[in-house]
């Protein structure tokens, strides 16, 4: 039996099986308008698919209620990974320098 032929469908289908996503949710907010960002920005979300939250091997990051919301950036690592990771950097209140001039 020759193998060969067959190894173009195993590896996409390794490939498939591989695949990652990361939802990462932010503690204490309500959920808003949608966005789908890419390397080129952000644009309102034209469709709403709750089962695209849900997909096999989504893997959930809670960020730091230290935060209160206001993230500035995220870097994640290991996206593709078991265990994902995020760097997280909060932005500043609102109030943060209130009175300051």
């Known amino acids: ?28 907010t309500s959920p808003g308008a949608r966005y789908v960002c890419n390397g080129t920005g952000c644009t309102p979300a034209t469709v709403i698919d709750p089962a695209r939250s849900n997909e096999l091997g989504t893997r959930t990051l809670v960020l730091p209620e230290q935060c209160h919301g206001h993230i500035h950036q995220v870097l994640l690592r290991s996206a593709q990974s078991k265990q994902p990771e995020a760097e997280v950097t909060c932005a500043p209140t609102e109030t943060a320098g209130v009175g300051e001039m």
Request: charge should be positive; charged fraction near 10%.
């Open 1 to 28: 039996m020759d193998i060969s032929r067959w190894l173009p469908a195993l590896a996409l289908l390794s490939f498939g099986a591989c695949a990652r996503h990361v939802n990462l949710v932010v503690p204490g």
